[in-house]
């Protein structure tokens, strides 16, 4: 198994109310450092085999993002989520 | 009401296709339109990769595939979607409501796309609308600059293009109609409906198909969306 993660966020010339909400709610909290906030979605995808990172690609321009409003990133990550077993010793 | 006592402005049993996907809401309303119309409403399936011979079709408002991922994004993917986006580039006239327009605009037949309400609530109310285009399938039966009334209703009508876009849209006569006495969702120039190109794909924000008779709508002003199709349907046919 073999983890593919896809970050997709809006474009920056794209407004995000859901970010503008969050960062106005930051001040009940106390912080009173952030510029601003942008929230996107994260998607996990399990190959049965290999990362297929080009596959992936094409699942995410085709579907989990719209190039009209947004960007997209693709990496592989090791499957584990522990981030001890992120590290060396892993082959 | 209706063409049968109107026979010269509609061909005999003109078939408008109602899709209904897992989660439409709409597509008995507007199926209801099609007929008040003087239309024949032919209801075609999501998984049905067949447009069943119809001359038109109208995409219905609700959430198809529970809106999961992006609104229309999965049922853009739909049987039916492959074979209707050929035929609408073939020049089928095809109206897509609210969810309709979002799935057109994920399809790439419209330019632009439907992102969440820039005030972040649902905003469900009677709202006024200048048409801006009478040259397309679905609104020759309006006058230009005329004010209709129509319910809106959506969470993620904010309609959005690049500034180029908006241009061309502007300059090619493609806003169909914009909000007036008010925009709802803040959509980028009070942009509520547009058309491709040729003008045989039209999407709108807002509910045509609840404007059709004075026990449920605000007005009758939806009816002259479907009464243009058929009107359409007649000039095409001869």
Redesign the interface.
């Not at chain 2, 609408?88 to 994920?106: K, Y």
């Not at chain 2, 209709?148 to 959506?154: A, G």
């Given at each position: 198994m073999a983890r593919v993660v896809v970050d997709v966020m809006l474009k920056p010339e794209i407004l995000d109310p859901q970010g503008q909400a969050v960062a106005n709610a930051l001040p009940r909290l106390g912080v009173r450092d952030v510029a601003s906030v942008r929230i996107g979605r994260r998607v996990e995808i399990e190959f049965a085999g290999a990362a297929d990172l080009d596959l992936a690609r094409q699942i995410a321009d085709k579907l989990l993002a719209n190039p009209v409003i947004e960007d997209f990133t693709v990496r592989a990550e090791d499957a584990a989520w522990e981030p001890e077993a992120k590290g060396a010793g892993r082959p | 009401m209706g063409a049968r006592g109107e026979r010269g402005r509609a061909p005999v049993n003109a078939r408008i296709g109602v899709v209904t996907f897992p989660g439409s809401l709409d597509d008995g309303d507007a199926a209801r339109a099609v007929r008040l119309a003087g239309g024949e409403a032919v209801r075609l399936w999501h998984a049905d990769a067949a447009l069943r011979g119809v001359d038109a079709v109208v995409l219905p408002g609700g959430f198809s595939y529970g809106d999961y991922?992006?609104c229309g994004?999965?049922a853009r993917?739909a049987p039916v979607m492959e074979k209707l986006a050929d035929a609408a580039r073939g020049g089928l006239p095809v109206l897509g409501i609210c969810n309709g327009f979002q799935i057109l605009?994920?399809a790439h037949l419209l330019?632009?796309?439907l992102?969440?309400?820039?005030?972040?609530h649902f905003r469900n109310r009677d709202q006024w609308l200048r048409i801006e285009s009478t040259g397309t399938a679905w609104t020759n039966s309006f006058t230009e600059g005329q004010e209709v009334l129509i319910p809106v209703k959506n969470g993620e009508g904010?309609y959005?293009?690049a500034a180029h876009t908006l241009d061309a849209l502007e300059g090619e006569g493609r806003v169909v109609a914009r909000y007036v006495r008010g925009n709802p969702n803040?959509s980028q120039r009070d942009i509520a409906a547009i058309a491709n190109e040729a003008g045989n794909v039209v999407g709108i924000m807002p509910h045509p198909e609840h404007a059709v008779e004075m026990l449920t709508g605000p007005s009758l002003d939806g009816l002259a969306f479907f009464t243009a199709i058929l009107k359409h349907l007649a000039g095409a046919t001869g």
């Amino acid at each position: 198994m073999a983890r593919v993660v896809v970050d997709v966020m809006l474009k920056p010339e794209i407004l995000d109310p859901q970010g503008q909400a969050v960062a106005n709610a930051l001040p009940r909290l106390g912080v009173r450092d952030v510029a601003s906030v942008r929230i996107g979605r994260r998607v996990e995808i399990e190959f049965a085999g290999a990362a297929d990172l080009d596959l992936a690609r094409q699942i995410a321009d085709k579907l989990l993002a719209n190039p009209v409003i947004e960007d997209f990133t693709v990496r592989a990550e090791d499957a584990a989520w522990e981030p001890e077993a992120k590290g060396a010793g892993r082959p | 009401m209706g063409a049968r006592g109107e026979r010269g402005r509609a061909p005999v049993n003109a078939r408008i296709g109602v899709v209904t996907f897992p989660g439409s809401l709409d597509d008995g309303d507007a199926a209801r339109a099609v007929r008040l119309a003087g239309g024949e409403a032919v209801r075609l399936w999501h998984a049905d990769a067949a447009l069943r011979g119809v001359d038109a079709v109208v995409l219905p408002g609700g959430f198809s595939y529970g809106d999961y991922l992006r609104c229309g994004a999965i049922a853009r993917f739909a049987p039916v979607m492959e074979k209707l986006a050929d035929a609408a580039r073939g020049g089928l006239p095809v109206l897509g409501i609210c969810n309709g327009f979002q799935i057109l605009c994920e399809a790439h037949l419209l330019p632009g796309a439907l992102t969440r309400n820039q005030h972040l609530h649902f905003r469900n109310r009677d709202q006024w609308l200048r048409i801006e285009s009478t040259g397309t399938a679905w609104t020759n039966s309006f006058t230009e600059g005329q004010e209709v009334l129509i319910p809106v209703k959506n969470g993620e009508g904010r309609y959005v293009a690049a500034a180029h876009t908006l241009d061309a849209l502007e300059g090619e006569g493609r806003v169909v109609a914009r909000y007036v006495r008010g925009n709802p969702n803040g959509s980028q120039r009070d942009i509520a409906a547009i058309a491709n190109e040729a003008g045989n794909v039209v999407g709108i924000m807002p509910h045509p198909e609840h404007a059709v008779e004075m026990l449920t709508g605000p007005s009758l002003d939806g009816l002259a969306f479907f009464t243009a199709i058929l009107k359409h349907l007649a000039g095409a046919t001869g």
